[in-house]
């Protein structure tokens, strides 16, 4: 019993070091991956690797970068949990969406 | 995962490969089209290798404007490090026409990132210009912190709402629409209630016998969804404008040449100066088409717009920068 407390108590220490961070590319007009699950806590960037400008704006504005320029990004830290749906202002077709889980 | 989204396929038969390749053919290919309406029939007339058009009544006209598109002042990349240099050869190509042009209109995206220096350099080339020239703004000029603000206060006096407008040229009535505002998520480009209100009150005072010539930077119908080509509420605006005589809708956006005629409306894209797009849905994204150096001003060009007073119609000449 006590062995797996400390376990457990090992895992919620470690929570901040697998809170990782995760990269989304910005090519050919997508979001690649277009859908990602992550876990709350986790800081997503995107990079634009287009010749154009792209941005990252929740449908929401919870949250809104501005004009990425080529190798340009932004990140977002997720701290709560919920479905976030987000699109290039500049190319509304381009779609992406991060579901973040406890 | 990556997941290419299948180009949607349209079902109005517009882009059926017949007339895609007709239509990639002769942008890509660098000759221009003439169009002359007469009664609301187009009759296009192909230019020959020098330039020339066949009928030579389509060119004795006595009021003529330039279109100039998608400058992109500020892009750096592969498929143009110097749009600089190609916007100032369009310029010199309308300097050098044998008749000064009435007035010039610049369908948006004159910078690429709406960058205040993008800005000054753009106004400092196109003050050359022999002619006062009206603006709409492109997405690509409303990247500022302020989203649009410094295009606004550059472009935007005396206009409404994001910079929508409208005057009167050799019994022309002219209409800037603004749709490059406003984006949602997953829809095409569109001009809102207030402008579209706008606009039928601005119709309202002008006879079904006045020409009139749209001018916005997206296209005002759908050339192809799946690219964002298109404005979602442009038929509202399409709607109004079935009673007039003639109409004319030039856009910019997709850097190369479409046209559609539908009725007394013909619809035409315009080449810009900057670098050329792939043709709808002929590679997996709209981005930047590069292409050989000595190549390039084959793609971008600028479109001169005749019109005879009276009962005439109008005539688009697109030509390239070479």
């Known amino acids: 019993m ?35 699950t992550v876990a709350v806590g986790t800081k997503v960037t995107w990079v634009n690797d287009d010749q154009v400008p792209h941005t990252v704006a929740e449908t929401h504005k919870v949250f809104r970068s501005g004009a990425l320029d080529t190798d340009d990004s932004f990140s977002w830290v997720f701290d709560t949990p919920g479905e976030f749906e987000y699109f290039c202002a500049l190319h509304p077709q381009m779609i992406g969406r991060i579901i973040v889980t406890q | 995962m990556a997941m290419h989204t299948k180009p949607q396929r349209r079902t109005d038969g517009l ?8 239509l990639k053919c002769s942008a890509w290919a660098g000759a221009g089209v003439i169009w002359a309406l007469h009664g609301g029939i187009p009759k296009a007339f192909a230019l020959d290798a020098a330039g020339n058009v066949s009928d030579p009544e389509a060119l004795d006209s006595t009021f003529h404007f330039v279109q100039i598109s998608d400058s992109h002042i500020g892009f750096n990349k592969e498929a143009n490090p110097e749009p600089v240099k190609t916007l100032q050869v369009a310029i010199d190509k309308v300097i050098a026409l044998p008749k000064r042009p009435s007035l010039i209109l610049h369908t948006g995206d004159i910078t690429h990132l709406s960058k205040a220096e993008e800005f000054d350099t753009s106004a400092q080339l196109l003050k050359a210009l022999p ?19 410094l295009y606004l206060e550059r472009y935007g006096k005396g206009t409404k709402g994001n910079g929508w407008y409208s005057f009167d040229d050799h019994g022309v009535h002219f209409i800037a629409l603004v749709n490059v505002f406003n984006f949602q998520a997953g829809r095409e480009a569109n001009l809102g209630a207030d402008q579209l209100a706008w606009l039928a009150d601005d119709l309202r005072v002008v006879s079904s016998s006045t020409p009139i010539v749209v001018f916005t930077h997206i ?11 298109g404005t979602e509420d442009g038929d509202q605006a399409i709607a109004m404008l079935r009673k007039f005589g003639s109409v004319t ?6 850097h190369q040449v479409i046209q559609k005629v539908e009725g007394n409306i013909t619809f035409h894209t315009a080449r810009g100066t900057a670098y050329p797009q792939p043709a709808p849905g002929a590679a997996p994204s709209p981005g930047p088409m590069t292409v050989a150096a000595d190549q390039l001003r084959n793609y971008l060009g600028v479109t001169e717009v005749r019109a005879t007073q009276g009962d005439h119609p109008l005539a688009l000449i697109d030509s390239t920068l070479v």
């Open chain 1, 2 to 36: 006590k062995t797996r407390l400390l376990a457990l108590l090992c895992l919620m220490l470690s929570m901040p070091v697998w809170a990782q961070e995760v990269k989304i590319d910005i090519k050919q007009f997508m979001f690649d991956p277009k859908d990602l």
């Open chain 2, 15 to 22: 882009l059926n490969p017949d007339r895609r390749t007709l």
């Open chain 2, 131 to 149: 002619s006062t020239v009206h603006y709409v703004p492109g997405e690509h000029d409303t990247l500022d912190a302020g989203g649009g603000a």
């Open chain 2, 249 to 254: 809708v030039l856009n910019g956006h997709i």
């Open chain 2, 219 to 229: 296209p005002l119908w759908t050339i192809y969804q799946p690219w964002g080509w």
